[in-house]
């Protein structure tokens, strides 16, 4: 299945750079992300955005209170401290004969959507605590379709 997949992402475009034995990098809008294939569960996908909110740029309280917030207002990326920051996870199982390019496409339109919602309600509005938790505001970024990439920078 790690072999379909990044066919997909090549399909796509993506220029995929092997980082260890458990991760692969690639680019896309000037945005590092990674994809960590897992050998024990080859239909689990897990492709993550890295240090969108850096240890050192925040307080503690105010690191888990931004992670918090991203957590219960996104649907299915979910925020993590990784990688000395917040970091970003789409995972999902991959159940049958699915479109790999499409789901591969959604995924990195949530987690760029993902990072929008940080960037304009989050950290430029900390002190709103007005949020129920119960919206998904990533709606508004469906304009930003993910496409094919016909040159891409490999990930450093």
Known sequence: MKELILEAFK??????KALDETAYGFSYEGRSYLFFPNEKDEDFL????????ED??????TFHQ????????????KA????EGITLFYERELIGDEDLKMVLR??????????????RDIITDDDDDSDSGDNDDTD????????????NDEVA
């Not at 897990?46 to 909110?53: E, K, Q, R, S």
Request: hydrophobic fraction near 40%.
């Open 46 to 53: 897990n492709i993550a955005l890295p240090c969108v909110v």
């Open 80 to 83: 993590y401290k990784a990688f």
């Open 106 to 119: 959604k995924m990195i339109h949530h987690l760029d959507a993902g990072l929008y919602l940080l960037h």
């Open 11 to 16: 399909a796509l475009g993506f220029k995929m």
């Open 66 to 77: 931004i992670m918090d917030k991203l957590n219960s207002t996104l649907k299915y990326v």
């Open 140 to 151: 508004g970024c469906e304009d930003a379709e993910v496409t094919e990439v016909k040159d």
């Open 56 to 61: 050192r740029d925040t307080d503690d309280e």
